[in-house]
């Protein structure tokens, strides 16, 4: 009874502290959606298996899944696990979007960084931010991960913010607004 009686204690103390951490985070997605994404492309690197690809037709799709690993991230690791975005690359032409994976690998380290991109054996064109430029150009984007997914309409203004690889409500909302995409263009 003790322990229960404990328990109860600190859910009561740590309710308001995560309250407020959910108000946080709908303030910086509201912060995020106040500017469309500067995606800078033409400074980035493009790779296409193991080729650098300069024609790139999908840059003209009007739907955008932004999905961009910052340097604190492991990359290495990221790419351990892109299997998981098949399903999602395999969606790309029958929903009308593309995702854009938008690397920034740590310093001296691109040549691991092309050995595991290579070893994921995703055939998917991904970009390198080697200047360090994406969070720069945009400071709308805060610096936390949880914040570095997300989906963009053909004005690169944000419709969604979201993990869809790990969270099946940010995933329903993704297909729901792809869906409603498709309809408006019949």
């Not at 600190?10 to 309710?15: A, D, G, Q, S, W």
């Not at 290495?76 to 399903?87: N, P």
């Not at 690359?89 to 920034?104: A, G, L, S």
Request: net charge negative.
């Amino acid at each position: 009874m003790y322990n229960f009686f404990n328990q109860m204690i600190l859910v009561m103390l740590l309710f308001p502290i995560l309250s407020c951490n959910n108000g946080t985070i709908h303030e910086k997605i509201e912060i995020m959606k106040s500017s469309p994404i500067n995606l800078n492309l033409e400074n980035m690197q493009c790779w296409s298996n193991d080729t650098l690809a300069t024609n790139r037709p999908w840059e003209s799709i009007p739907l955008k899944l932004c999905v961009f690993v910052s340097e604190t991230f492991c990359t290495s690791c990221y790419l351990k696990k892109m299997f998981q975005w098949e399903d999602f690359i395999n969606m790309e032409k029958e929903k009308d979007f593309y995702i854009y994976y938008i690397f920034e690998p740590q310093d001296g380290c691109e040549e691991t960084f092309h050995k595991f991109f290579y070893q994921a054996e995703l055939d998917h064109p991904f970009y390198i931010d080697k200047k360090k430029e994406f969070l720069l150009i945009n400071p709308h984007i805060p610096q936390e991960s949880m914040f570095h997914t997300f989906l963009l309409d053909e004005m690169n203004n944000i419709l969604l913010v979201g993990d869809i690889l790990h969270n099946t409500e940010i995933e329903q909302q993704f297909k729901k607004i792809l869906d409603e995409h498709i309809k408006s263009k019949q």
